[in-house]
């Protein structure tokens, strides 16, 4: 520990903590962090921001039928909860009453900021309540975001391999930036760099999936480097699972934490409460990074290794033990659960099959797969091992289902009764199996069922629309405009597979899209597989699975062996996950099983219909995950 005490420092309209190695100021009572001071930089955070737009809590809610509302939480008491020579701890609050009804959200919202002892940086967490006479409201968003000095912080660093110098924010301008089909998608065309002249900058190319979302920031490189860093230690309080995709950091410099939001999802992923509905969580803690590089190492890309390093330390600490808030669950009220996954698809092995980096959760009890749509409570994740073992530590007490989902098989597991979790459980679950869908033996299949188009055809972008990221990069799909490659590579029919010839890596284009008819309309589109059958089983039925990795405003029809007849199958109007137009290359995931009669078929070649039918905009349309085509049992 750090021989230096901890000072806390009531300044009248703001409050200071500091630590020797970092002094963090927040307004008072908003609880608004208006400053950071760190290695001999007096503010971190855009002093050209008004305090209240520098580093914030914020949500957007609702009430019933009414439009989302922005709110940048302002605390209007603070209270110091803790005050050692270890640990200081404040409290912004914002309680709700009745005569705010239609102007507030219904919460009562606790702001927490923590500094600790020789620890380089600051946490924060929030416990959100509703009571249940208060009236029905949603949150379609709620996030912590910092907006960094933009003349120091130019470095962005998301993963290991999607980092990069960045545009500044005034290159987004109309001056200096064009708009495109969306207001966060502009391409520079007068740059105040002219290294960034031609390249798109979009908040949406650096989205995340949830379980990669766990160090990301900023660094100064200017000598010495400084790095900014957001560490979120655990996922449990996010909603939508692991696979939940949200933003991380963008130009701005920006830095957010979200924990809860409709992006690649759309409505499914708003959590609505109604009158009645008595609510509580708490969000977080994260931890706020800061981290320099010495006089013997001035390389500002080891900050990123360290940075990683602490993140590391920190998931290794969760569930944390400082927090003084009795909402936050600490380890010893905890339990654990261990198990081992299978799977038996005959088709596949006769034996039971280890399930091999399968991922394994506890979330609300609900449906198979309803984990991906559960967005008001806590869920814990895991991933098993290359025997199927699985082990899930630090489980707040409550009611749950056990799920799973196993790359390379369609479908979602659920193990039918209720675990409860109390303090100190460990829970031992016996060999469980799941048995993916299936009929019959597989005649032909599409792709690899792992939730992800990612393995489909991705064109290069219009050279007009490039973000050199992800030039010779593996997330080739998060380019810019790649919708409107298919018309190129399709100008007057759409796609047809064949089956046995064509390959999926390259012929199968990596969404279905509408095509553009004129200036102002779109039509839907059919893609076509052709596949070969030799002895059909007339008298039974044969089977199309088809596995949807995302789908907006969307619809699919299947027909068989003629293009004109009433759909053998429909979906609906499904999706709202947006995830065309945002790269985000898979939503939510859908599974529809369509029985197709022998009588339908005939030998030698048939085709198979896809329409999607759906057609008022660009970015309508399906991301599709596997497809496979089974014989009668």
């Given amino acids: 520990m750090s021989s230096v005490k901890l000072k806390l420092q009531d300044k009248g309209n703001h409050v200071v903590m500091d630590n020797g190695t970092a002094r963090v100021t927040l307004s008072k009572p908003d609880g608004i962090v208006t400053g950071i001071e760190y290695n001999g930089i007096d503010n971190l955070l855009e002093v050209l921001n008004d305090e209240s737009n520098r580093g914030y809590w914020d949500l957007v809610w609702g009430g019933p039928g009414t439009a989302g509302t922005f709110d940048v939480i302002k ?11 270890e640990q200081i701890e404040i409290s912004f609050t914002r309680k709700w009453d009745p005569s705010q009804e239609g102007k507030a959200v219904p919460l009562n919202i606790d702001k927490r900021f923590v500094m600790l002892s020789g620890s380089s940086g600051f946490y924060t967490y929030a416990i959100y309540e509703h009571l249940k006479e208060w009236p029905a409201f949603s949150i379609a968003e709620t996030r912590i975001a910092f907006k960094l000095r933009k003349e120091k912080f130019h470095y962005m660093a998301i993963t290991d ?34 290294q960034f002249k031609g390249e798109v900058d979009d908040k949406y190319q650096y989205s995340c999936e949830n379980k990669d979302i766990t160090v990301h920031g900023w660094i100064c490189t200017e000598q010495p480097s400084v790095g900014f860093w957001l560490i979120t230690p655990s996922h449990e309080y996010r909603t939508g699972g692991p696979q ?20 690649y999802t759309g409505e499914d992923l708003v959590p609505k409460f109604s009158e009645g509905e008595a609510w509580k969580k708490v969000f977080g803690p994260v931890f706020v990074y800061l981290n320099s590089s010495t006089d013997d190492d001035n390389d500002p890309l080891w900050l990123w290794q360290d940075a ?24 010893e009220q905890r339990g654990n659960v261990v198990g081992r996954l299978l799977v038996q698809d005959r088709y596949v092995d006769k034996d039971f099959m280890a399930a091999n980096r399968g991922y394994v959760g506890l979330a609300l009890p609900g449906a198979a797969g309803s984990w991906q749509r559960e967005c008001k409570d806590y869920q814990f994740w895991t991933r098993t091992d290359e025997e199927g073992f699985f082990y899930i530590n630090g489980v707040r007490p409550g009611q749950y289902n056990l799920y799973a989902w196993i790359p390379g098989f369609i479908g979602d597991y659920k193990y039918e009764d209720i675990i409860t979790i109390t303090p100190g459980c460990y829970m031992y679950m016996e060999d469980l199996v799941y048995q993916p869908p299936r009929n019959g033996a597989t005649l032909w299949e599409i792709g690899f069922p792992d939730r992800s188009a990612a393995e489909f055809y991705a064109p290069d972008p219009n050279p007009k629309y490039v973000n050199k990221l992800y030039q010779n990069h593996p997330d080739r799909f998060r380019q810019y405009g790649l919708w409107e490659r298919y018309a190129e590579l399709y100008p007057d029919k759409d796609l047809v597979y064949v089956v046995g010839s064509s390959d999926y890596r390259k012929d199968w284009f990596y969404a279905q899209v509408t095509r553009k008819k004129d200036n ?26 088809v596995a949807i990795a995302s789908a907006t405003f969307a619809e699919l029809q299947v027909r068989v062996n003629d293009a004109n007849a009433s759909p053998l199958f429909t979906s609906g109007l499904i999706g709202r996950d947006n995830s065309i137009a945002r790269h985000g290359i898979h ?25 999607q039918s759906r057609s008022i905009s660009p970015f309508q349309g399906i991301m599709y995950d596997y497809i496979r085509f089974e014989a009668p049992s």
């Fill in 308 to 331: 990683k390093s602490q993140m590391n330390v920190e998931v290794e600490s969760w569930p944390y033990s400082f927090p003084a808030s009795d909402d936050y669950v600490k380890a």
């Fill in 520 to 545: 102002k309309t779109y039509q839907g589109t059919t893609w076509q597989i052709k596949f070969e059958l030799k002895n059909i089983d007339k008298d039974h039925t044969y089977t199309l699975r």
């Fill in 587 to 611: 939503g939510l995931y859908w599974l529809f099983n369509v029985e197709v009669a022998g009588s339908k078929l005939v030998e030698g070649e048939n085709t198979l219909f896809l329409t």
């Fill in 161 to 194: 391999d999607r980092q990069r110098f960045m545009p500044l924010p005034d290159d987004r301008l109309p001056d200096r930036g064009q708009a495109l089909a969306y207001p966060e998608a502009v391409l520079l065309v007068n740059p105040v760099e002219p």
């Fill in 75 to 85: 605390g209007t008491k603070f209270e110091v909860i803790m005050e050692t020579e």
């Fill in 244 to 263: 939940k995709q949200n933003l991380t950091s963008h130009v701005g410099p920006t830095s957010l934490a979200v924990f809860m939001s409709a992006h």
